[in-house]
Each structure stands twice: as C-alpha cells, then as structure tokens.
Nanobody, 124 residues
Framework: QVQLVESGGGLVQPGGSLRLSCAAS????????MGWYRQAPGKQRELVAV???????????SVKGRFTISRDFSRDNAKTTSYLQMNSLKPEDTAVYYC??????????????WGQGTQVTVSS
C-alpha cells in the first residue's frame, strides 16, 4: 500500500511561482511513476506532469518550459516526495492539483492512489 499527502497550494499573482509537494509513504519502492494532474471547474482532470522511477519526465504541452517535476527520497528511505515547481503561472493554471502514484501490488498487478488535492489559484 502507498499513501500520499499533498501540500503547497495557494493564491499567487500571474507570473508568480509555487511549489507543490506530494509525500508518499508505505511501500514506496513499489512505485513506478508519480504524477500531477489538475482539474479546473467544469473541466475534466488532465495530466500535468509525470516522472518515472527511472527519472524520465513528461509534461503537458501547456506547461512545458514553466513547470518542473522532480522526486527525491528521505534519508531513511521511509518516504519519497514528488515536487511540482510551477513558474510563470497564468490564470489558466488555476485548478485543484492532485498527486498520483502508480505502484506494483502483487506479481505484475498495479494500482493507483491519489492525493487529497490542493487548490492553486492564479489571480491578481
């Protein structure tokens, strides 16, 4: 099992920056991908960025060059944290941001877990 706890959302002016964090605990070495999604009012949830256990990242076209996803491990390897550094924020980035982790359960079976979501509002 894997559990996720998000933090870091808030209100920021256009052009500003925010960093979101997603701390994963439990069987963290079963995680093969961590990602960030967002959902604006009246819209479907969309992928923002994803990073694999091998460190390969991928981004939605709308955030390329502005957002950076990364991941690190705690010293005791009890937790792994994914970060989403968001720069040059635009009003259209306003949404609830959700962290996601894909992990192996038994054999080749996989599962997904979601964070609780954190609100990001970009407004002057």
């Amino acid at each position: 099992q894997v559990q996720l706890v998000e933090s870091g959302g808030g209100l920021v002016q256009p052009g500003g920056s925010l960093r979101l964090s997603c701390a994963a605990s439990g069987n963290i070495f079963s995680i093969y991908t961590m990602g960030w999604y967002r959902q604006a009012p009246g819209k479907q949830r969309e992928l923002v960025a994803v990073i694999t256990s091998g460190g390969i990242s991928n981004y939605a076209d709308s955030v390329k060059g502005r957002f950076t996803i990364s991941r690190d491990f705690s010293r005791d390897n009890a937790k792994t944290t994914s970060y989403l550094q968001m720069n040059s924020l635009k009003p259209e980035d306003t949404a609830v941001y959700y962290c996601n982790a894909g992990y192996y359960t038994t054999g080749s079976s996989t599962a997904n877990v979601w964070g609780q979501g954190t609100q990001v509002t970009v407004s002057s």
